[in-house]
C-alpha cells in the first residue's frame, strides 16, 4: 500500500506544475490591463509604465512565470492589485467557511445518497425505491440557485428558524450544504443504487444467502464494498461540482468565503487573487482525486497489486 501510495503522490507533482502553467496563461489572457486599473482612469502613461515596472509585466511572459513560481515555492501568492493586501491574507480569512461548507455539503450528502441507494437497490420495484427515486430526480432537476433561494425564503423569512446568509452560527451552514449538497446526494443515490443491483446478481452474493448468512450482513459486508469502487469514484468527480458551486451559494447565501471572493476578484478584475484561487481549487481537486485513489488501493486490493 505504502509503495502504491507514493506512485500515486509522485504523479500529482507534474500535474500540479501543468495546471500552474495553464492558469498563469489563463489569467493573462484575460482582456484588460492591470497597470491601469492600478493607476485609475485619470493616470498618465508614464505612471502606468511606472506601475507596470513595478508589478513585472513589463517583462516577457516567461520570465514572469519563473518569478511566480519562485514566490510561489516560497509561499508568496503575491499581493491583490486592488487592495494592496497579501494574498495569502485573504485567503486564510476566506478559507474555513469554504472547507467547512464544502466538506459539510459533501458528508450529508454521501451518507445520504448512499443509504438511499442501497434501500432503492434492496427494495427494486416497492414502494421505497419509488419514493428513493422521485427524491434523487428532483434533488438533480431543481436549479441550485432556485433551491437556495427558496429556502431562505421559507426557513428564513417565514418560519425564522435560519439565517438569511454569513457564517454567525453553525445554523448559519445548514441550508447552504442543504443548497450545495442536493445534487451530489441525487446523483450518488442514483449510481449507488445502480451499481448495488449489479453487485447483488454476482454469484458469491447468492452464495451468501444460500449459506444462511443474514440478508443484513449479505449486503452490508459483501455487497456494499464490492459496490463502492464506483461510488467512490463519482464522489471524487463530484467534489470538482461543490467547488464551483460554492462559488454560487456563498453568493446567495453572503458567505464569506472563497467562492465569492472570486466572484468579487472577477468583477474587479484582481488578477494575482483570481489567479490563486483558481490554482488553490485545481490543488483540492487534484488531491481529492489523490485520496480516491488511495481508497481504490483499500477497497479493492488488486489495484495497488497490479501497480507494482
Known sequence: MGRYAIQRLLGVIPLLFIVSILVFMFIHLIPGDP????????????????????????????????????????GDLGESVRSGIPVMEMLESRFLPTIILTFTSLGWAL??????GIVTAVN?????????MLAAISGISLPGFWLGLVLIQVFSVQLGWFPT?????????????????????????????????ETMREDYVRTGRAKGLREFTVVGRHALRNSLIQV??????????????????????????????????IAFRDYTVIQALLLMF??????????????????NPKIRYASK
Open 124 to 132: 427494486r420495484g416497492k414502494w421505497p425505491d419509488y419514493i428513493g
Open 165 to 197: 446568509g454569513g457564517i454567525d452560527t453553525w445554523q448559519s451552514y445548514i441550508l447552504p450544504s442543504f443548497t450545495l449538497g442536493a445534487g451530489i446526494m441525487s446523483m450518488l443515490a442514483r449510481y449507488s443504487r445502480s451499481s448495488m443491483l
Open 111 to 116: 451518507i445520504i445518497g448512499l443509504l438511499i
Open 282 to 299: 485545481a490543488a483540492e481537486f487534484i488531491l481529492i482525486n489523490l485520496i480516491v485513489d488511495l481508497l481504490y488501493g483499500v477497497l
Open 232 to 265: 467512490v469514484t463519482v464522489a471524487g468527480l463530484q467534489f470538482g461540482f461543490l467547488l464551483g458551486g460554492s462559488v454560487m451559494v456563498e453568493t446567495v447565501f453572503s458567505i464569506p468565503g472563497m467562492g465569492r471572493l472570486l466572484v468579487d476578484s
Open 35 to 74: 497597470a491601469r486599473l492600478v493607476a485609475g482612469k485619470d493616470a498618465t502613461l508614464e505612471e502606468i509604465n511606472g506601475i507596470r515596472e513595478q508589478l513585472g509585466l513589463n517583462l516577457p511572459l516567461w520570465q514572469q512565470y519563473v518569478n511566480y513560481m519562485g514566490d510561489l515555492l516560497k
